[in-house]
């Protein structure tokens, strides 16, 4: 990105808005209610910024500008670690595998092991994961990564798992229930022929 359009240009941003894929170039929106969260890398809030975030709102989505982006960019990733991973390992949504305590203690460390990666990042994340289990508790909602390896498509492991755990290395950071999770399902992804790093 720095190369092609400057990194002075560019605006992270976190979308919330379930989705699901159903049939090639046809996408349903789960929900009337879809937000995009975005700012700066370096936590500006410019003009620029703003006006985006008021044109996704007149659009119909609504536009919320942060001097945190980094850290709504962290929330979302561990709620795609936890929730992420235990459905393609289970093949099932957040209200059928958190009945098990067995996925409520695995959240749990899922949350507290990622917040740890993210606070040797800078970041300041709540690490509240029962708030993690009841959002995925409201929803039967596939998350993108179940719906990749169920139609067969590439899966995107190393975006959403593999990164932070090579910043968890550089930073000193142990995760072991991470380690083991994101090995399965990368043997699983492997098998599946969705994956092959």
Known sequence: MG?????????????????????????????????????????????????FAAMLTAGGMEGVTSERIRDTIWSKLLL????????????????????????????RAIVAQGAAIAAAMGCSLETDADKHMRIGNASHHKTSILQDYELG?????????????????THGIATPTLDMLVAIVRSRARGAGLYHG
């Open 3 to 51: 190369r092609a359009i400057g990194l002075e240009r560019a605006v992270a941003g976190v979308v919330y808005t379930p989705c699901t894929g159903t049939a090639p170039g046809e996408i349903l929106v789960e929900t009337k209610h879809s937000r995009l969260v975005i700012g700066a890398p370096d936590g500006t809030v410019s003009p620029r910024i703003r006006d």
């Open 80 to 107: 795609n670690l936890g929730i992420g991973l235990l459905g393609v390992l289970t093949g099932t949504t957040g209200p059928v595998f958190f009945t098990e305590e067995g996925c409520r203690q695995v959240t």
């Open 153 to 169: 498509r590439p899966m995107e492991i190393d975006a959403l798992y593999t990164v932070p755990l090579e910043m968890a290395r």
